[in-house]
């Protein structure tokens, strides 16, 4: 059962395209990596899914029912970090759990408050004010928040932004747990695929508001395919090649070159193909890792 | 020559002196002592009275006054727990305390018909130079000796004029109703200091115009005579 | 809906910055009575000049009555603007905080927060009004004791029994508080449009300012435009502290002169609160909230 289900969303600021024509699906009990760099869309998208921003189209549906319809039954069963920890400076960390409890329509113990705050490791200073935390701490209390009430699916925006080595693999920890133990659907949002493919079961990469990799974490990672680079004189020319040959499925979505996860063993196979066809070729580099790709598109977009 | 003059100019000032102190012994109208005489029964008086302010420009409701007396010529109005307005200097001038001075010369002015009583009209002019009054019109029928109207001309205080009817203290000269009339002066704050710059009272503003006459007026419910008055209420 | 004024009282009060505006309030009424308390006879005397020309006036004055008004006609100018400090701050400072990002993913609709937030807004502003109330009015009262209530206007004067004043003052409170959640609603609206706090709060202050200049100004021009602005209502409270007189210019003990105008000045300042709190829901719905 798909907890998230993204149809054709785009957003518009003006002449600016944050969000272009992005689809995608979160099942029930994933971790759901969402990678890309700053600036790529992650946050509309996920504000979006939260409704604090308006799409300009396309249909957003959490847990089978539309997010612009029925916004306050979805969102009783979500909790979310957008972007900075933003907390009252003025409030202990305590004192936010209590105040985000309130508004929520169930009941929520002293128990749980306490609880939560031990889960994210607060609980030695839950009685400071926030002014007085570091940023890794207000993440921390940021988390608890959305954690609070107990939510089926939980959306994390860059959760491991200033926080120390420890803190990340805590809240790597954490999110395993969350969804291993408990069963909650994660969806997580990063700058470094370094922090998600531990975690993900399910990748997708965004680079200016457009989808560029889906896919299963572990079959993206698979050691056994490649990422290649075919640098050419004459792109056109070899992407038919390409695709007469049935390596389109390998084809890796790029505005500028021409990227393909291929099996290692049919490298050699797409390279004949290419000078067979007598594409005037400069290169073809492989790179490592989905990384590397990841690495490479974000760069020098 | 000129020493001549003076003694003679010193000469005048000493006779008309003397003959205007003379006068005020010997030679006041009997009407007025007979006024006077009746007054004389009244040492003191505390009187509960409701006042009535009307002057153009003030809004005030009736309120309840307590009039003190004490001869020779002290009067205090004093309004029950408020505040009260009343004529700058005026309402001291009552013939209580003008005659009670007897420092007066009367002067007969004939009669008037005033409220179809046949009265006479006296004029009173002060001999101590210290008194605030400059010359007072006494309206007085010859029958009760009774003062039913004065006119006043103060030296700081403007003109005033006095309306009076009796009842149950007649016989001690005492109204039961006074109407002090006197001349208003115009009133106005700038709004900057009052801080009011919506748009004012329209009918204030007509009644400021037509009438520049303002009246108290004490209504007398009762008198205590001469039960003792300290001198601490004046 | 309760939680969430709850909620957002709790936020206010929590706020350091809150207890600034009833810090000067208090400032500000202690100096004016201290002020009058030491001089107050030759300022009484001042306004009185004219009177004293004609009439000798006898009592107190310079009672608590007349002392609470003195300040209301002072105060109710400044007032707006330290409602203002917390009015205009209301979204627009979380906006800037960036937690209203987190109060607008609550299983609540942006129409709910908005008027919690407005309510709780208003019950501060109730709340600051209420302690301007207890210090101009109780506390002159105490200070100063009671008598009748001796109002020097422009062009007249009004006399008003003790017994008659009170009640006038409960009046004049709640007009003002109508007045001032006019001043709430409009920084409500100005919050709405802005993602700092600093331009609301300024622009809140310099309209107040901009419209009661336009409104005290006699200038034919602005006579036109007068009757439509909110601050020319604003400060109509002092309708219940003037006095209907009879046939015989006695005034009529509990009336008061002017009822429509009162009448008219809710209305007007009433339709503003709902225009204004309506218009701010409007923006706020209808705004993507990326702060």
Same mark, same amino acid.
């Given at each position: 059962?798909?907890?998230?289900?993204?149809?054709?969303?785009?957003?518009?600021?003006?002449?600016?395209?944050?969000?272009?024509?992005?689809?995608?699906?979160?099942?029930?009990?994933?971790?759901?990596?969402?990678?890309?760099?700053?600036?790529?869309?992650?946050?509309?998208?996920?504000?979006?899914?939260?409704?604090?921003?308006?799409?300009?189209?396309?249909?957003?549906?959490?847990?089978?029912?539309?997010?612009?319809?029925?916004?306050?039954?979805?969102?009783?069963?979500?909790?979310?970090?957008?972007?900075?920890?933003?907390?009252?400076?003025?409030?202990?960390?305590?004192?936010?759990?209590?105040?985000?409890?309130?508004?929520?329509?169930?009941?929520?113990?002293?128990?749980?408050?306490?609880?939560?705050?031990?889960?994210?490791?607060?609980?030695?200073?839950?009685?400071?004010?926030?002014?007085?935390?570091?940023?890794?701490?207000?993440?921390?209390?940021?988390?608890?928040?959305?954690?609070?009430?107990?939510?089926?699916?939980?959306?994390?925006?860059?959760?491991?932004?200033?926080?120390?080595?420890?803190?990340?693999?805590?809240?790597?920890?954490?999110?395993?747990?969350?969804?291993?133990?408990?069963?909650?659907?994660?969806?997580?949002?990063?700058?470094?695929?370094?922090?998600?493919?531990?975690?993900?079961?399910?990748?997708?990469?965004?680079?200016?508001?457009?989808?560029?990799?889906?896919?299963?974490?572990?079959?993206?990672?698979?050691?056994?395919?490649?990422?290649?680079?075919?640098?050419?004189?004459?792109?056109?020319?070899?992407?038919?090649?390409?695709?007469?040959?049935?390596?389109?499925?390998?084809?890796?979505?790029?505005?500028?070159?021409?990227?393909?996860?291929?099996?290692?063993?049919?490298?050699?196979?797409?390279?004949?193909?290419?000078?067979?066809?007598?594409?005037?070729?400069?290169?073809?580099?492989?790179?490592?890792?989905?990384?590397?790709?990841?690495?490479?598109?974000?760069?020098?977009? | 020559?000129?020493?001549?003059?003076?003694?003679?100019?010193?000469?005048?000032?000493?006779?008309?002196?003397?003959?205007?102190?003379?006068?005020?012994?010997?030679?006041?109208?009997?009407?007025?002592?007979?006024?006077?005489?009746?007054?004389?029964?009244?040492?003191?008086?505390?009187?509960?009275?409701?006042?009535?302010?009307?002057?153009?420009?003030?809004?005030?409701?009736?309120?309840?006054?307590?009039?003190?007396?004490?001869?020779?010529?002290?009067?205090?109005?004093?309004?029950?727990?408020?505040?009260?307005?009343?004529?700058?200097?005026?309402?001291?001038?009552?013939?209580?305390?003008?005659?009670?001075?007897?420092?007066?010369?009367? =002067?007969?002015?004939?009669?008037?018909?005033?409220?179809? #009583?046949?009265? !006479?009209? +006296?004029? @009173?002019?002060?001999? &101590? %130079?210290?008194?605030?009054?400059?010359?007072?019109?006494?309206?007085?029928?010859?029958?009760?000796?009774?003062?039913?109207?004065?006119?006043?001309?103060?030296?700081?205080?403007?003109?005033?004029?006095?309306?009076?009817?009796?009842?149950?203290?007649?016989?001690?000269?005492?109204?039961?109703? =006074?109407?002090?009339?006197?001349?208003?002066?115009?009133? #106005?704050?700038? !709004?900057? +200091?009052? @801080?009011?710059?919506? &748009? %004012?009272?329209?009918?204030?503003?007509?009644?400021?115009?037509?009438?520049?006459?303002?009246?108290?007026?004490?209504?007398?419910?009762?008198?205590?005579?001469?039960?003792?008055?300290?001198?601490?209420?004046? | 809906?309760?939680?969430?004024?709850?909620?957002?009282?709790?936020?206010?009060?929590?706020?350091?910055?809150?207890?600034?505006?009833?810090?000067?309030?208090?400032?500000?009424?202690?100096?004016?009575?201290?002020?009058?308390?030491?001089?107050?006879?030759?300022?009484?005397?001042?306004?009185?000049?004219?009177?004293?020309?004609?009439?000798?006036?006898?009592?107190?004055?310079?009672?608590?009555?007349?002392?609470?008004?003195?300040?209301?006609?002072?105060?109710?100018?400044?007032?707006?603007?330290?409602?203002?400090?917390?009015?205009?701050?209301?979204?627009?400072?979380?906006?800037?905080?960036?937690?209203?990002?987190?109060?607008?993913?609550?299983?609540?609709?942006?129409?709910?927060?908005?008027?919690?937030?407005?309510?709780?807004?208003?019950?501060?502003?109730?709340?600051?009004?209420?302690?301007?109330?207890?210090?101009?009015?109780?506390?002159?009262?105490?200070?100063?004791?009671?008598?009748?209530?001796?109002?020097?206007?422009?062009?007249?004067?009004?006399?008003?029994?003790?017994?008659?004043?009170?009640?006038?003052?409960?009046?004049?409170?709640?007009?003002?508080?109508?007045?001032?959640?006019?001043?709430?609603?409009?920084?409500?609206?100005?919050?709405?449009?802005?993602?700092?706090?600093?331009?609301?709060?300024?622009?809140?202050?310099?309209?107040?300012?901009?419209?009661?200049?336009?409104?005290?100004?006699?200038?034919?021009?602005?006579?036109?435009?007068?009757?439509?602005?909110?601050?020319?209502?604003?400060?109509?409270?002092?309708?219940?502290?003037?006095?209907?007189?009879?046939?015989?210019?006695?005034?009529?003990?509990?009336?008061?002169?002017?009822?429509?105008?009162?009448?008219?000045?809710?209305?007007?300042?009433?339709?503003?609160?709902?225009?204004?709190?309506?218009?701010?829901?409007?923006?706020?719905?209808?705004?993507?909230?990326?702060?």
């Amino acid at each position: 059962m798909s907890v998230i289900k993204v149809e054709h969303i785009s957003k518009h600021f003006g002449n600016l395209k944050a969000v272009d024509d992005l689809s995608f699906e979160v099942q029930a009990g994933q971790v759901f990596g969402f990678l890309g760099q700053n600036g790529s869309g992650k946050s509309t998208t996920i504000r979006m899914l939260l409704s604090l921003i308006h799409p300009s189209s396309g249909r957003i549906e959490i847990f089978g029912q539309s997010i612009e319809k029925n916004r306050e039954a979805i969102l009783e069963q979500v909790g979310a970090i957008i972007e900075r920890p933003d907390l009252y400076p003025y409030l202990s960390a305590k004192e936010h759990l209590q105040l985000f409890a309130k508004v929520r329509k169930q009941q929520i113990s002293t128990n749980a408050i306490d609880e939560t705050l031990v889960k994210v490791g607060l609980a030695h200073r839950s009685k400071d004010k926030v002014q007085t935390f570091s940023l890794g701490m207000k993440q921390r209390l940021g988390i608890a928040i959305a954690l609070v009430h107990n939510p089926s699916l939980i959306i994390l925006d860059e959760p491991t932004n200033g926080l120390d080595p420890q803190g990340i693999a805590d809240i790597r920890q954490l999110i395993k747990q969350l969804a291993q133990e408990e069963g909650k659907t994660v969806f997580v949002s990063s700058h470094l695929l370094s922090e998600i493919e531990q975690v993900a079961h399910q990748i997708l990469i965004i680079h200016q508001g457009k989808k560029m990799v889906e896919g299963v974490t572990r079959e993206l990672l698979d050691p056994e395919k490649r990422i290649v680079q075919i640098k050419t004189m004459d792109d056109a020319g070899a992407l038919q090649v390409i695709v007469a040959g049935s390596f389109s499925n390998y084809l890796l979505p790029r505005k500028e070159g021409i990227f393909l996860k291929i099996p290692t063993y049919e490298i050699p196979l797409l390279t004949e193909s290419l000078i067979k066809a007598e594409v005037s070729l400069l290169g073809i580099e492989t790179k490592n890792s989905l990384e590397d790709y990841f690495l490479q598109i974000t760069s020098n977009a | 020559m000129k020493n001549y003059k003076i003694i003679l100019l010193v000469g005048i000032l000493f006779c008309t002196s003397f003959f205007m102190s003379s006068n005020a012994f010997s030679q006041n109208d009997p009407l007025i002592e007979k006024v006077a005489q009746k007054l004389a029964l009244v040492n003191d008086y505390v009187a509960e009275g409701v006042m009535k302010t009307d002057v153009s420009f003030i809004k005030a409701s009736l309120g309840k006054v307590k009039v003190y007396f004490k001869k020779p010529n002290l009067l205090k109005v004093k309004k029950e727990g408020g505040i009260s307005l009343l004529p700058r200097g005026g309402v001291s001038l009552t013939i209580n305390t003008l005659l009670n001075t007897k420092q007066y010369t009367t =002067i007969a002015a004939g009669t008037q018909l005033l409220n179809g #009583k046949n009265l !006479n009209v +006296i004029k @009173l002019i002060p001999t &101590d %130079d210290n008194l605030d009054w400059v010359i007072s019109t006494l309206w007085i029928d010859p029958i009760d000796a009774l003062v039913y109207k004065t006119a006043t001309t103060t030296k700081e205080n403007g003109s005033y004029e006095i309306t009076m009817q009796y009842g149950d203290y007649a016989k001690y000269g005492l109204a039961s109703k =006074i109407i002090f009339s006197f001349n208003t002066k115009d009133y #106005k704050l700038p !709004n900057g +200091i009052t @801080l009011e710059f919506g &748009d %004012d009272d329209p009918t204030a503003k007509q009644k400021a115009l037509k009438n520049k006459k303002g009246t108290i007026e004490i209504t007398y419910k009762n008198y205590t005579i001469n039960k003792g008055v300290p001198n601490s209420i004046f | 809906m309760w939680s969430l004024i709850n909620v957002e009282l709790y936020k206010i009060f929590r706020r350091p910055r809150t207890y600034i505006a009833f810090g000067a309030v208090a400032a500000l009424i202690v100096v004016i009575q201290l002020g009058l308390k030491i001089d107050g006879n030759s300022y009484a005397a001042f306004l009185m000049k004219d009177i004293n020309d004609t009439l000798t006036v006898d009592g107190k004055v310079l009672n608590g009555y007349l002392i609470c008004y003195i300040l209301l006609q002072l105060l109710l100018v400044h007032v707006p603007l330290l409602v203002a400090l917390i009015a205009a701050d209301m979204i627009s400072g979380e906006a800037n905080l960036g937690t209203l990002r987190l109060l607008f993913s609550t299983p609540y609709s942006r129409t709910s927060w908005m008027m919690a937030k407005f309510i709780a807004a208003s019950v501060y502003t109730i709340l600051l009004l209420i302690w301007l109330a207890f210090l101009a009015l109780f506390v002159s009262m105490w200070v100063f004791g009671t008598d009748d209530l001796f109002l020097m206007k422009s062009n007249y004067v009004v006399l008003i029994q003790q017994q008659d004043v009170l009640w006038r003052y409960v009046g004049a409170f709640v007009f003002a508080s109508f007045s001032l959640l006019t001043v709430t609603s409009l920084g409500f609206l100005m919050s709405s449009m802005a993602g700092n706090s600093i331009g609301p709060i300024v622009g809140t202050m310099s309209a107040i300012v901009f419209f009661t200049i336009l409104s005290t100004l006699n200038i034919p021009l602005f006579t036109i435009i007068k009757p439509y602005l909110f601050t020319t209502h604003m400060n109509n409270w002092k309708e219940f502290f003037d006095i209907q007189v009879n046939a015989n210019n006695e005034a009529i003990k509990g009336s008061i002169l002017n009822i429509p105008k009162i009448k008219t000045s809710l209305s007007v300042l009433t339709l503003h609160i709902v225009l204004f709190v309506s218009a701010s829901i409007m923006i706020i719905k209808k705004k993507d909230i990326l702060s």
